[in-house]
């Protein structure tokens, strides 16, 4: 449920990021061989095609939003400006219409789709997650 009055939660990292192995595990820093992962998903010729075929859409969005670097890769941007501004009843960009978002969304699953069709790659992701959650089941 949403908190009245438009109070936005935001959580406060307590541990330095060089260490956070959990929320920040897909990071390039914390982990380049997924950052290398990535680069190689964006060579599939799928994703190429997606990203090339959708060009209008990101030069749309660009326009709309002011991001500069909309694409196949990284359109989850246009969504969590967009799920923020909704959560707090906000409407900052009304020219950004819901069937743009919802393409943008869809495009960014098939990337992630694409990314994650590598076992490596899902190992990478879940890793410290499952690791952390393991290590709790006898402490509850």
Not at 44 to 53: A, E, I, N
Not at 63 to 74: A, E, F, V
Request: charged content about 30%.
């Amino acid at each position: 449920t949403a908190v009245p009055g438009h109070i936005q939660p935001i959580p406060i990292h307590v541990i330095p990021k060089n260490k956070d192995h959990l929320l920040r595990g897909n990071e390039e820093d914390v982990c380049p061989r997924n950052t290398e992962l990535y680069a190689a998903t964006e060579k599939v010729s799928r994703f190429r095609s997606l990203d090339k075929s959708n060009n209008w859409l990101w030069k749309k969005l660009r326009k709309i939003t002011g991001l500069r670097n909309i694409n196949l890769y990284n359109s989850w941007e246009v969504e969590d400006i967009t799920t923020s501004e909704n959560f707090d009843g906000f409407k900052h960009m009304p020219r950004l219409k819901d069937d743009l978002i919802t393409k943008a969304d869809k495009l960014y699953g098939h990337s992630l789709a694409l990314h994650f069709s590598s076992l490596e790659a899902q190992k990478l992701a879940a890793s410290e997650f499952f690791k952390d959650v393991i290590a709790k089941f006898d402490s509850h």
